[in-house]
Each structure stands twice: as structure tokens, then as C-alpha cells.
């Protein structure tokens, strides 16, 4: 993260293009801010667009705007998000998701500042910082045909990849803390302490949702610990995920994860099998193994 920060500070007076790549939950919409509010765009406005699975029409249509009757629907002219971002920075979310055509009209974009609203002939001009992200490394959506190699170069003069949580073992306790602040600032109540086991509990766990998944399970053991310290019982993470020598078995940290996933997704099989990468199949088999093994 120093040498993150360090880039950061390189590039926020510089006007380029810059690319974030990393897990979810890795602080990419995060820096993509910093950048904006402290850099020279700051008095303009910061326009973020969510570009995975959005019907093309609909992205499209909130990207560039359209004109009346350009399709049903379309019953006045409409600007576009990047005319209302003009002067600022517009911030492409899950870039890698963007269908060819329009990979091809934000390309104009970058190149000349130009393009048109959805069925109009007038080519207007803006002018937009853009930065991306995406969670999938997108010099392999190139390598596979699904992402413009010239596009790909205009979005990533500076590549920033967030590393995941597991691979940041020393800023573990600070992000902790700063959690632990934030809340109390929040709601001007006093700060909490995390108990030593607690916090190794913490250390050993590999979040695979990140910063925003420690975030979530602070929040949530600060709230269940009332007015007491955090202990590990406030902690509903599978116990010792990463550390060896752990005292649950291979088999109680499966049968945790997946529950917790579970119930994550609202009880929705389908969804938790998804999730997990496992078949359908697999998570009925295993639910009813654990229910005759009396869980
Ligand atoms: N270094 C950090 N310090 C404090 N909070 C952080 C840090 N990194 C991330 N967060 C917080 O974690 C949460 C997730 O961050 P963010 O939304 O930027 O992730 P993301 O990479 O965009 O995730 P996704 O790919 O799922 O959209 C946010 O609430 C953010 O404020
Ligand atoms: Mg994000």
C-alpha cells in the first residue's frame, strides 16, 4: 500500500488515464475518489458508472444520452452521464464488461472528446479524466477478443493493482483500528478495543471480501460486543482460515464458510453454489450431510 500511495501522489496532479485492478472489495472506488478530490477536477463533478451486466441500450443511453424517440422509452432528449461529468472525472466501474460498440464510442471519447447522444446526428464535445476498474485483468479480456487493444491502452497509462486483503498482513490491526475510529466517530460513542486473540482471529482469517468484508465484521462485533472489548465470540468469521495449527478441522471450516455464504445470499442455493464455485449438486449433498450428521 506505501508504494500505492506513493504513485498516487505522482499521479494526481497528472491528467492521465488510470486503470485499478484488484479483487472486489479492494478500495478500488476508494482511490478512484482520492484521486478525483484531490487532484485539479476537484470543484467538477465525480460521475461513477456500474458498466457489468447493463443491457447495451441502457448503457449506452446513460454513458452518451439520447434523443427523443430514439428508442421506446425515449420520450425527451436526455443527457448523457459524461456531459454531466464534463470538466471532472468519470469513473468506469467493471470496465471489462463494456459490449464492443461501446468500447468503440468511448474510444472516440478518449481520443477526441467526442460523441453523439443515442439517435442524434449532432456530435458534441466533453472533457472527462477517466478512470477505470475491474476486477478481472483486463490485458486477458484483450488476449481473448472481448476488450479493444487500442482502448485498453487509452484506459491504462497507469495500471494501480489493489492487492487483496490476505497479502496485506501487517496493515491488518491499522485498518482494524481505523474501523473501530470511524465508527465511534460516527456515532460519537467511545472508541473500542479488540482483544489480542481477537485481533490474531482477525490476522488469521483470509477475507475474500476485502477491506469491505473487515469493515462489516467490525461494524458487526462492535455493535454485538455492547459495551464490552471485542472478543473472538463477536467475531462471526470461520475460525483460523489461514494460520496452521488451527483448532477446527478442514471439514467444520468448510461447513462454516459455506453457511456463512448462505446466508449471504439469502438462503438462495443457487446463488451460494455460484458463489462458492461448486455445483448445485455438490451444496445438496453437503447440506443434507450435515443435517443427518445433526447440525
Ligand atoms: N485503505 C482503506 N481504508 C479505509 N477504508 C477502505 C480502504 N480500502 C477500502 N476501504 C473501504 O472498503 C469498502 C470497499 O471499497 P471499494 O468500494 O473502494 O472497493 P472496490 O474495489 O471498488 O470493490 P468492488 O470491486 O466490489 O466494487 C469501502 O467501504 C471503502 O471505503
Ligand atoms: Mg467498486
Redesign the pocket.
Known amino acids: 500500500m506505501q508504494d500505492i500511495f506513493e504513485l498516487l501522489n505522482k499521479i494526481i496532479h497528472a491528467d492521465i488515464s488510470v486503470l485499478l485492478e484488484?479483487e472486489?472489495?479492494?478500495?478500488?472506488?476508494?482511490v478512484a475518489r482520492a484521486l478525483h478530490y484531490n487532484g485539479p477536477r476537484r470543484d467538477k463533478a465525480f460521475i461513477a458508472q456500474f458498466c457489468g451486466n447493463l443491457s447495451e441500450t441502457l448503457l449506452e443511453s446513460e454513458l452518451f444520452g439520447h434523443k427523443r424517440g430514439a428508442f421506446t422509452g425515449a420520450v425527451a432528449d436526455k443527457k448523457g452521464l459524461l456531459e454531466i461529468a464534463d470538466g471532472g472525472t468519470f469513473f468506469l466501474?467493471e470496465v471489462s464488461d463494456i459490449p464492443p460498440s461501446i468500447q468503440a464510442k468511448l474510444l472516440r471519447v478518449l481520443q477526441d472528446g467526442e460523441f453523439r447522444r443515442v439517435g442524434d446526428t449532432e456530435t458534441r464535445r466533453v472533457d472527462v479524466r477517466v478512470i477505470s476498474?475491474t476486477?478481472k485483468p483486463l490485458h486477458k479480456e484483450v488476449e481473448k477478443g472481448g476488450f479493444r487493444e487500442d482502448l485498453f491502452y487509452r484506459l491504462n497509462v497507469i495500471t494501480i493493482n489493489?492487492p487483496p486483503m490476505r497479502d496485506r498482513d501487517g496493515d491488518l490491526p491499522l485498518?482494524a483500528r481505523?474501523f473501530l475510529n470511524k465508527y465511534a466517530t460516527k456515532t460519537a460513542t467511545p472508541e473500542k478495543r479488540i482483544t489480542p486473540d481477537a485481533m490474531r482471529m482477525l490476522s488469521g482469517y483470509h477475507w475474500p471480501g476485502n477491506?469491505?468484508e473487515l469493515?462489516n465484521a467490525i461494524e458487526r462485533a462492535i455493535v454485538l460486543a455492547g459495551d464490552r472489548d471485542i472478543t473472538p465470540d463477536e467475531l462471526i468469521i470461520p475460525r483460523v482460515a489461514k494460520a496452521p495449527g488451527g483448532s477446527r478441522s478442514l471439514r467444520e471450516h468448510e461447513r462454516d464458510y459455506v453457511m456463512r455464504t448462505l446466508d449471504e445470499m439469502g438462503g438462495n442455493k443457487t446463488k451460494t453454489a455460484a458463489a462458492l464455485g461448486v455445483s448445485l449438486r455438490w451444496l445438496h449433498y453437503k447440506l443434507a450431510e450435515w443435517k443427518d450428521a445433526g447440525h
Open positions: 484488484g472486489s472489495g479492494t478500495g478500488k472506488e476508494l466501474d476498474a476486477n489493489m485498518l481505523h477491506v469491505r469493515e
